[in-house]
């Protein structure tokens, strides 16, 4: 911890020593590191700049950026309501005070339950001053597809796509439009137009791991897994610390045939930040010992994955299933309990249901 705080304030001493003076080259030094993903290193130079020109838009909107990437919420708002009070006319501000209020209302719905709303009223705004600007209507549907108006997403996402064709926007941002677009097509059961929005944004941006990943897991669902295993095998090595693209790897090669392929992506996904929140990591990966006769390393991992939140009717079936393929004394009483608990949860699961029936 004290390492740590030394080097970041010896970063900020560097960073003071060698400010240039000027608002612009501030702004511009802001977004390299921004860009970098120093969050707090960029978020100095945008309030360097503001020091120099507290009406400079472009700076507070950097700034309000740079707070957002270090869950600053509130302060974040703040610098992107101001942005759009020192300047009405200046569109980034609004596109980035809509993903400002939509990242409230992800990390905290119960509170924030109306930023949706906010962001859409915003969103007009900024529709009113630039009607075929490709960003704000990407970002407007990024809050239509949030707030569940699937069908409004899709076209809004689809128009912001011709739009983007015509505009001198980067192959990247226009490879996010179509990943956007292609979730939206997902969700709304359109997985062939899906897979073909995926695609092109993988053909737009080939070292976007997100599309990638969204691209295999469409063509698994499709059922192309040999398609499926080559996406998401290359979203991995794009991405090796990214735990969608490593758990729908291993669970593409599990459900696809490769059982003991998928083991050691499984325990790869166990070793990430946040697989304490994906049980159906623990829990396939008991299917997957089980298979290979490591009962009990599947007893282990399906006890994990059961009792975990949020807990599950087929997570207990699961970690049932184990007990009974292990037999140890106390697995027959074992298998039962955790057969009852999944028909507590949900008593129309049937798998439980027939299991606990079948069980001797």
Excluded: W
């Amino acid at each position: 911890m004290l390492a740590a705080a030394a080097s970041s304030l010896l970063t900020v001493a560097v960073a003071q020593a060698a400010a240039p003076a000027d608002t612009s080259t501030l702004v511009r030094e802001g977004n390299r590191y921004y860009a970098q993903g120093d969050c707090a290193l960029a978020q100095y130079f945008f309030q360097e700049a503001l020091k120099r020109d507290d009406d400079s838009a472009e700076a507070l909107v950097g700034k309000g950026r740079s707070l957002l990437c270090q869950n600053a919420y509130s302060a974040a708002v703040d610098a992107l309501r101001n942005a759009i009070e020192v300047d009405d006319a200046y569109v980034p501000g609004y596109v980035h005070l809509a993903l400002a209020y939509q990242e409230q209302f992800v990390f905290d719905p119960a509170s924030y339950g109306g930023r949706l709303s906010d962001a859409l009223e915003v969103l007009q705004r900024a529709e009113n001053l630039s009607p075929n600007d490709p960003t704000v209507q990407n970002t407007k549907g990024i809050v239509l597809y949030q707030a569940g108006n699937l069908d409004q997403a899709r076209t809004t996402l689809e128009r912001a796509t011709e739009l983007a064709a015509a505009a001198e926007m980067s192959e990247r941002e226009r490879s996010t439009i179509q990943v956007n677009l292609g979730r939206a097509y997902r969700e709304l059961g359109q997985l062939e137009l899906a897979q073909q929005a995926f695609r092109r944004g993988v053909v737009l941006d080939p070292s976007s791991a997100t599309a990638h990943n969204n691209l295999g897991n469409v063509m698994y669902r499709l059922g192309d897994c040999s398609g499926a295993e080559f996406e998401l095998s290359q979203a991995v090595s794009l991405a090796p610390n990214s735990l969608s693209a490593v758990s729908s790897l291993a669970i593409a090669m599990f459900e696809c045939g490769d059982v003991a392929g998928s083991i050691p992506r499984f325990e790869q996904a166990l070793q990430l930040d946040g697989a304490v929140f994906v049980p159906a990591v623990f829990t396939y990966l008991a299917r997957a010992y089980v298979d290979q006769g490591r009962l009990d390393d599947a007893v282990r991992r399906a006890q994990q994955g059961a009792l975990l939140p949020p807990e599950s009717a087929e997570a207990h079936y699961h970690l049932g299933t184990v007990y009974d393929a292990r037999r140890a004394p106390g697995d027959v009483e074992a298998a039962r309990r955790a057969f009852e608990r999944a028909l507590e949860l949900d008593s129309e699961y049937g798998p439980a249901r027939e299991a606990l029936t079948n069980l001797r």
